[in-house]
């Protein structure tokens, strides 16, 4: 299944809520200045001589029309001390979109918690940044026009966890902090990314998945590091091994495992960002890559195991074991050379 591209629209509603909460904040707290040619009078009261008191108003201030200032909500939100000219021009029109933009994709590509849902051939980065800056630009009010995807037919069916969600969000916030953008900014727009949730997170719990059960990609290197060393110390099995380029070979079972029920798609490399592997140099079928190894099948029976055993030593619940098992154990014939017919034997 082609999986979308991720959170590529997840910024849709962000500025417009911005705008309203500052403008409400502003409204309710704020004193409107004295509009033009209006007088502001004081009273006071003072005694009689019958021992009465009545109202004397005193001096009776006009305020000059060259400092009477109306209040709109557009200069309400312009005078708050940190926010100076209008949002797009606070984050530096479209050249500081963009190098925020840039900044939080390299961010996220980096960080191997979510970065199985990027690494993949099928997303097209050029129009992944290319939208993210459209449609920055235009909810802030800027001369851009957003014609991509919308956030909830972006996201179905891709399994998104709340904890993938919260660290794409942290990725956001450290790019904005980065490019300067005032806190008071930062904070109004963390805010308002919460309500979003409910079109992009579908595993609010983080669990529907063997993938983040065992811990997303970062659990699964654990897993693959730990088999990796048990196989090579294994005599009987390491022969197979002893030419294989460490970084290709650990990078595709990563993503193997990460391809069951995850956001990795395995053989769908990109151009860039992993070990060893890309579009010009993807990660093989079983069938290619054991082809005239002679694996027997108790060389594969015992491969398996040692992929197990690194499964318990990461402390993965059995019932995942047995679900990884049973993926698994159908590759056998395309990997077995001899004794291919015990591959279909219980």
Known sequence: MTKPHFFQTFLAKIIPVVAALLIASLWTTGCPAPTNNEQVAETTTEKVADGSTET????????????????????QVEETPEATGSLYQRLGEEAGIQKVVGDFVGRVVKDSKINGYFLNNTLDATRFTGCLVKQIGQAVGGPQKYDCKGMKETHQGMGVSKQDFNDLVGHLVDALKDAKVAQADIDAIAAVLTPMEKDIVEDADNNKTVYQRVGRRPGIEVVIADFAKRVLADTTVSTFFANANADRFGTCLVRQVCNIDGPCQYGK???????AVDDKKPCLGMVDVHKGLGISHQDFTTVVGHLVDA???AKVAQADIEALSKVVGPMCSDIVEVGKDQCTKP
């Not at 490399?269 to 070990?275: L, N, R």
Request: charge should be negative; proline fraction near 17%; aromatic fraction near 0%.
């Open 56 to 75: 004397i108003p005193e001096t009776t201030v006009e305020v000059p029309p060259e400092t009477q200032v109306e209040k709109t909500p557009e200069t």
């Open 269 to 275: 490399e990109p151009a860039s960002g992993e070990k």
């Open 311 to 313: 499964l318990k030593g």
